[in-house]
């Protein structure tokens, strides 16, 4: 009886080893990813574009099966914007997230969607970039070596300042205001009457903090993310641009990809577009309101004196856009 027992359990022992390596055998091995990619970003971790970066990155995962594998590197650690679009060009980074000012220093016709208030309202940006001149834009990034993805959003740029609040268009004479490194931004601050100069995003504080510069210009939720209103209390809301921001990808790299795969970035890179203007809405006023518990003094402007900023930029318009009027009024007119 012993000896049956010590046989049964011997024969089912030889099964478990059996059929743990026939396991072990079949069991497809985790493979390492084709492509390991990385993305830049220059904002900080919890950031919604940089969450967009991640989940763009987590469907990518999920959809290639791990074959394309992307590391996102936020806060600005592969590069300012104009030092990540050369490294994008020839393929060193193959992801990022971009202003769109900052691509239209190298492709001018982009300057036309950038104008200073040109759009009513958020939903009037977004009915013109998710349509036919939306869609038509990102393609002419190809001639400058990216490969157009998605439209992200950035919000409403307004300015800030250090010692007086920004009241009326003669407030900004004898001021000296950071602008992102754009000809046109720059242009336009100094159609307003102030001195602009081009500074890193990461060096405004400091140079805010030490009166280098009297003021800058940018949305709620940078403004709140960099704590510019330590130093800068006074925000002015005139919301006088509304810089979409592009993901786009190296053109070299894409075109190394299948068109099976270039579908499938290109739709995760929609779909995280969706999922970042989402949670832009919650970051913005989430934003307002900590800058506001911390003593930011909020200035609007009236209707009146937003027309005044409105009708100094009529040179503006022609010098950086005399060949599009016809598409500016059809933008105007939607």
Partial sequence: MNKKLILSWGVFAIMVIVATCLFFITKKPEEAPEYVLFYAENQTADYPTTLGALRFAELVQERTGGRIHIIVESEAKLGSESEVLEQIKYGGIAFARVSLSQIAEQAPEMNVLQLPYLYRDSEHMWRILDGEIGEEFLKKVSAYGYTGLSW?????????????????????????????????????????????????????????????????????????????????????????????????????????????????????????????????????????????ANGTCVISLPTEEKERFRKAMSNLYETYCSDSAELIKKIMEQ
């Fill in 152 to 292: 992200y959003d950035a919000g409403a740029r307004s300015f800030y300042s250090v010692e007086k609040p920004i009241t009326c268009l003669e407030d900004f004479q004898g001021m000296t205001i950071r602008v992102q490194e754009s000809d046109m931004m720059a242009d336009m601050v100094e159609a307003l009457g102030a001195k602009a100069v081009k500074i890193a995003y990461s060096s405004v504080y400091s140079a805010l903090q030490r009166h280098t510069i009297d003021g800058a210009e940018n949305n709620w939720p940078s403004y709140e993310a960099m704590n510019h209103y330590e130093v800068a209390p006074y925000f002015t809301i005139d919301e006088h641009t509304r810089v979409p921001e592009m993901q786009i990808c190296s053109a070299s790299i894409w075109e190394q990809l299948s068109e099976e795969d270039q579908e499938i970035l290109r739709k995760c890179a929609r779909e995280s577009a969706e999922y970042e203007r989402e949670l832009w809405k919650d970051r913005e006023e989430q934003s307002r309101q900590t800058a506001i």
